[in-house]
């Protein structure tokens, strides 16, 4: 079982971008899953599944934050990055990053506030 | 839209049984939508206990059962350990896209 770590900024401004990265330790990104997804919680709220990708690079994303969303992966530093574009409040939320096999980050929280 | 439609909560007695469901607003819940549940304690990430459909991971424990029932997918744990009290989500498969659960909040009392 591999660790999950998300890091990145705890405060971004509105209409700015979100930029966090999962690192995977204990293991390799190409070999421990064949795809790291990203998903995020706002306090009190559920589970919304953003998008993932692949160990190939090809990517799915969630159709509602599709326009704003990039994810990618850099195997040689075992790093899964989420990029999410013009950002608003409704974007605050603990991000997580997780694997096909069962594994997840402790999350990162993310505010939106100027 | 796509709606994926859990119990808001659910109450059972120490060393009861229990099943949460998840339904789709597309229809029937089949294998291929491949069914994952995963369990969120208060103030911790979730964790993982079954995917497609009804298999569990090294850690899930024996008392924790997937399956189809119904026309949606079903989360069954037997034997209620007070530890189980929880959030659980289910999370579908939709054409390149998953869609979470609302969550059933689980109370063991």
């Known amino acids: 079982q591999v660790q999950l770590q998300e890091s990145g900024p705890g405060l971004v401004k509105p209409s700015q971008t979100l930029s966090l990265t999962c690192t995977v330790s204990g293991g390799s990104l190409s070999s421990d899953g064949n795809y790291w997804s990203w998903i995020r919680q706002p306090a009190g709220k559920g589970l919304e599944w953003i998008g993932r990708?692949?160990?190939?690079?090809?990517?799915n994303y969630n159709p509602s934050l599709k326009s704003r969303v990039t994810i990618s992966v850099d195997t040689s530093k075992n790093q899964v990055s989420l990029r999410l574009s013009s950002v608003t409040a409704a974007d605050t939320a603990v991000y997580y990053c997780?694997?096909?096999?069962?594994?997840w980050g402790p999350g990162t929280l993310v505010t939106v506030s100027s | 839209q796509t709606v994926v439609t859990q119990e808001p909560s659910l109450t059972v007695s120490p060393g009861g049984t229990v099943t949460l469901t998840c339904a789709s607003s597309?229809?029937?819940?089949?294998?291929?939508?491949?069914p994952n549940w995963f369990q969120q304690k208060f103030g911790q990430a979730p964790r993982a206990l079954i995917y497609s459909t009804s298999n569990k991971y090294s850690w899930t424990p024996a008392r924790f059962s997937g399956s189809l029932l119904g026309g949606k997918a079903a989360l069954t744990l037997s034997g209620v350990q007070p530890e189980d009290e929880a959030e659980y989500y289910c999370?579908?498969?939709?054409?390149?896209?998953?869609?979470f659960g609302g969550g059933t909040k689980l109370t063991v009392l």
């Open positions: 999370l579908l498969y939709y054409d390149d896209a998953w869609v």
């Open positions: 597309t229809g029937a819940v089949t294998s291929g939508y491949y």
């Open positions: 990708i692949y160990n190939s690079g090809s990517t």
């Open positions: 997780a694997s096909d096999r069962g594994d």
